[in-house]
C-alpha cells in the first residue's frame, strides 16, 4: 500500500440518521466516484463544475485547507507533486503494509491493518479500482461506517460494535475465548496504558501504544503443545524482545519448520510477533473488540459472525424521553421486544443460554457539544405481551443493565440470557433530554428484536392518547413512500414544486389540516437545498427519508408545545420548543427569529416551525463541520461564503 493519500476526501459526518438500506456509498459519494472515473463531472452532465480546479482536477472547496495549513504549518500537495510516479495499492494490501509516521495515530492504524485481514470489508471502506493512473481526477473516494450505514476509529470504520474489556477480567481459558472472538469476525486492538506515551517496557512493549490481535494458534513443539497469540505493531517495527520473540526466541528451536510454514512465521523486525498467552496477559491491560456483523460474511467463508438487527430511535422531550427508572416517567421510554431462541453451541453443563450484545449509540451529540448519559435495562417479558405498561415496570426487577450511565458515544452490554422473550429499555440519566440513537442487537441467526409498541385504547381520539403524537398528523411510513412515488418526477427526484405538493396531501390528512396553507413555496425550497447532498437543487428517497425523520421527530416537539392546539407556536413557546429539538439559542437569535420567522401576530405555523429548525440545524452543522478544531471560529474563503449563504 502506498502512504500517498494527499488526494483523498477529508471524511465528514453526514446527516442522514434514518435510512437503513445497505448501499455502501451515499448519494454524493456515489455521484462523485462514478462521474469521477468516467470523466463526466460537468455542468451538462449533472456535476457540480465547483468541484473542478484549474488543472481540471477535484478540488473539496469545503475543505478548510488554508485554515488548516496556518495551524499545523503543513503545506497540501498532491501526490505526483511528492514524487512522479505515485500508486495507491501494489501487489494486493496485507496488514504488514502499515507504517506509522510521526503522528501518534497507533489507533486509527492498527485498525486500518485489521481492515487487511477481512478483504470483503478492505473493499467496502476503500473501493480497489482507484489509482493515479487511468481516469485519475485528484480525488479518492474512502467510505466510512455512521449511525447504520456506510458514509463517513474501529466503529467508523467498520460499522461494528466495540467494546473495551481489562485483559485482567477476560476468561481463564482465553486461548478459547479469543479464538471464539476471531472465528465471528472480531477485530481486537490491545495496549499497556501504564506508562509514559510510546516508552518501551523492559521486554519491547510500548506503553499506551495500540496494537493489533490477528490470530491465536496452538503450536506444536517438542516439549508439548503451546497456545501462542499473533500481535501486529503498527510501526512496523519494535517487536517484542520476551519468549517466542522473532529474532531472540530460543523456543522457536523447538518447533518444525513445517509448523512454522503453517504460522507464516516470518524471522525480521517487521512488527509482526509472536507471545505465550501467560506473557500476553501479563504485558497488556485493555483489549478493544470489534463485533463484526454478517452483513460482511462471504459464501464459503469460515468466519460466522454476529446476525445484527438494527433500530433508530429518539428521545423527544414530554413524549419518549422518560429518564432513568429512578424517576416516575421511565415507561414513556421506548421499548423494543427481544426474543431469544437460539442457544449457544458447544457450552457445556446443563444450562442453556443465548449470548448476546446490545449496543445503544447517541447519534450527533458531537455537534452539539453535548453528550447525554445513556443506559440500558432489560426486562422479562410474556410473549403475549410485547409492551411493559407503567405497572410492570413499577413491578419488575430488570434482569440486565448497565452498570451505570455513560457519556460515552456508545454503550455496550455483553452477556448471556434463558431462552425467551425479553424488553429492552434504552434510555437517558435524566428526563425530557432530546436525543437520537441507533440500538444494535447482536445474536447468532434466528433471534429477533423489534420495535414494542403501546397498544392503542379503544377509541383513540386525540393525538395525546398516542404514543407518538405525528402518527396523528402525518401519513403512516408506508402510504409516505406512496406519496413521494405519486409526487416525485419520472426520475424519481422530488423537486421543490413535488415537495410542495406532497407535505400539503400529507398535512391535509391528520389533526393539523388546515395549517398547510401557511406552507409556501419558499419553504419547500430551502427544505429541499439544505437536505440536498448532491447540489442539484432535488431529493432523492434517502434523502426525502432523511427529511421525512426529522418532520416526524419536530412534530412530535411541535405538538406538545402547541398547549391550546391552535397549530401555531406562541413565541414565549419557540425557545422552548428548540431546546427540546437539542438546539440552544441566546437572547439575540431569538429577537432575530421573532423579526424573521413568524407571522404577524408572533407566533409560528407548523410549517414554518419546521423551515426555522431545518435552516437552524442545517447553519449550525456546517459551522461545525469548519470548525473542525473545535475552536468556535472558522475561517472560509470569499466563494464558500457565498456558497453557503445563497444556497440555503
Not at 485483559?167 to 486461548?175: F, G, N
Not at 495500540?210 to 505493531?233: C, D, F, M, P, W
Not at 497488556?284 to 460482511?296: K, N, Q, R
Request: aromatic share 10%; charged share 20%.
Amino acid at each position: 500500500m502506498s502512504s500517498s493519500s494527499e488526494g483523498s476526501l477529508p471524511p465528514f459526518e453526514d446527516d442522514v440518521d434514518s435510512v437503513c438500506s445497505d448501499e455502501l456509498l451515499g448519494s454524493q459519494s456515489r455521484r462523485w466516484y462514478d462521474e469521477l472515473l468516467s470523466g463526466d463531472l460537468n455542468p451538462d452532465g449533472g456535476g457540480d463544475v465547483n468541484t473542478v480546479g484549474r488543472d481540471g482536477l477535484f478540488v473539496d472547496y469545503h475543505f478548510p485547507l488554508g485554515e488548516l495549513e496556518m495551524q499545523s504549518g503543513v503545506r497540501w500537495k498532491r501526490p505526483k507533486e511528492l514524487c512522479p510516479s505515485p500508486q495507491f495499492i501494489v501487489n494486493g494490501a496485507t496488514r504488514l503494509d502499515v507504517r506509522q509516521g510521526k503522528l501518534n495515530d497507533c489507533w486509527l492504524l492498527s485498525a486500518i491493518a485489521s481492515l487487511s485481514v477481512h478483504r470483503s470489508l478492505l473493499e467496502k471502506v476503500m473501493p480497489l479500482d482507484q489509482n493515479f493512473q487511468e481516469g485519475y481526477n485528484g480525488c479518492f473516494i474512502f467510505r466510512f461506517w455512521q449511525y447504520g450505514q456506510w458514509e463517513e476509529a474501529m466503529v467508523d470504520m467498520t460499522g461494528g460494535v466495540t467494546e473495551v474489556v481489562t485483559v485482567a477480567s477476560l476468561p481463564v481459558d482465553l486461548p478459547a475465548f479469543l479464538r471464539h472472538l476471531l472465528a465471528k469476525g472480531a477485530l481486537i486492538n490491545c495496549a499497556n496504558c501504564q506508562g509514559p506515551l510510546e516508552q518501551r517496557n523492559e521486554l519491547g512493549i510500548m506503553f499506551r501504544h495500540a496494537y493489533s490481535l490477528t490470530a491465536v494458534e496452538k503450536v506444536g513443539t517438542t516439549h508439548g503443545a503451546q497456545y501462542l497469540v499473533r500481535i501486529l505493531n503498527p510501526w512496523g517495527n519494535t517487536e517484542w524482545e520476551g519468549p517466542w520473540s522473532d529474532l531472540k526466541g530460543p523456543e522457536w528451536n523447538t518447533v518444525s519448520e513445517e509448523e512454522q510454514r503453517r504460522l507464516d512465521r516470518v524471522s525480521r523486525e517487521d512488527g509482526e510477533f509472536w507471545m505465550s498467552v501467560s506473557d500476553f496477559r501479563q504485558n497488556f491491560e485493555i483489549m478493544e473488540v470489534c463485533h463484526l456483523s454478517d452483513t460482511l460474511s462471504k459464501p464459503g467463508s469460515k468466519v460466522r459472525p454476529w446476525s445484527c438487527i438494527m433500530h433508530h430511535g429518539n428521545w423527544v422531550p414530554h413524549v419518549t424521553a422518560g429518564g432513568s427508572p429512578m424517576g416516575g416517567r421511565f415507561w414513556q421510554n421506548p421499548q423494543f421486544y427481544f426474543v431469544l431462541s437460539e442457544v449457544d453451541s458447544g457450552r457445556d453443563g446443563p444450562e442453556k443460554t443465548c449470548t448476546f450484545i446490545l449496543a445503544l449509540m447517541q447519534k450527533h451529540q458531537r455537534r452539539r457539544g453535548v453528550n447525554l448519559s445513556i443506559g440500558l435495562h432489560i426486562y422479562p417479558a410474556h410473549s403475549r405481551n410485547k409492551y411493559l405498561s407503567p405497572e410492570d415496570l413499577s413491578r419488575l426487577q430488570p434482569v440486565l443493565y448497565s452498570p451505570q450511565y455513560s457519556t460515552r458515544r456508545e454503550v455496550v452490554l455483553r452477556s448471556s440470557l434463558p431462552p425467551g422473550p425479553y424488553i429492552i429499555v434504552p434510555s437517558t440519566a435524566e428526563p425530557d433530554q432530546q436525543g437520537a440513537f441507533l440500538l444494535r442487537v447482536l445474536t447468532e441467526q434466528g433471534n429477533n428484536a423489534s420495535p414494542a409498541h403501546k397498544p392503542a385504547p379503544p377509541d383513540v381520539s386525540s393525538a395525546s392518547e398516542l404514543r407518538f403524537p405525528h402518527q396523528a398528523a402525518l401519513p403512516s411510513p408506508k402510504s409516505t413512500k406512496l406519496l413521494f412515488k405519486k409526487h416525485c418526477n419520472k426520475k424519481g427526484f422530488c423537486k421543490p414544486l413535488h415537495l410542495h405538493s406532497l407535505l400539503t396531501e400529507a398535512i391535509q390528512g391528520g389533526v393539523l389540516a388546515g395549517s398547510e396553507k401557511n406552507l409556501v413555496l419558499e419553504h419547500c425550497k430551502s427544505m429541499v437545498v439544505l437536505m440536498d447532498s448532491q447540489g442539484i437543487a432535488q431529493l432523492n428517497w434517502p434523502e426525502f427519508q432523511s427529511l421525512w425523520d426529522k418532520i416526524r421527530r419536530w412534530t412530535d416537539i411541535f405538538m406538545v408545545f402547541d398547549k391550546n392546539k391552535t397549530q401555531r407556536l406562541e413565541y414565549p413557546e419557540v425557545a422552548p420548543a428548540l431546546k427540546a429539538a437539542g438546539i440552544m439559542v441566546d437572547d439575540l437569535v431569538m429577537q432575530l427569529v421573532g423579526l424573521r420567522y413568524t407571522e404577524p401576530d408572533m407566533t409560528i405555523s407548523y410549517p414554518g416551525f419546521l423551515y426555522l429548525l431545518l435552516k437552524l440545524e442545517s447553519m449550525i452543522h456546517k459551522f461545525q463541520a469548519f470548525d473542525m478544531v473545535g475552536m468556535g471560529t472558522v475561517t472560509v474563503s470569499y466563494r464558500q461564503w457565498l456558497h453557503m449563504t445563497m444556497y440555503n
